[in-house]
């Protein structure tokens, strides 16, 4: 395999890295939203906003 074709693989393979962690973040989001509900919580961060802001969604038009 070229150079090139590896440095695509690892790109396509850390795309896919990155969707699944998103994924990931967003559904323990909602797990949280209706186990605890948007209060704040016990160590003192913002709950759901906190997480919310750890999430970064990319573009409609960028998502398969």
Do not use: F, K, N
């Not at 693989?9 to 949280?32: G, I, K, N, Q, S």
């Amino acid at each position: 395999m070229s150079t090139l074709g590896l440095l695509d693989h690892l790109d396509a393979a850390l795309a896919a890295l990155r969707a699944a962690v998103t994924r990931w973040r967003v559904r323990h989001l909602l797990l949280v939203e209706r186990m605890i509900g948007d209060g704040q919580e016990t160590d003192g961060t913002d709950g759901l906003a906190h997480l919310r802001s750890l999430i970064v969604l990319p573009p409609r038009d960028q998502v398969p």
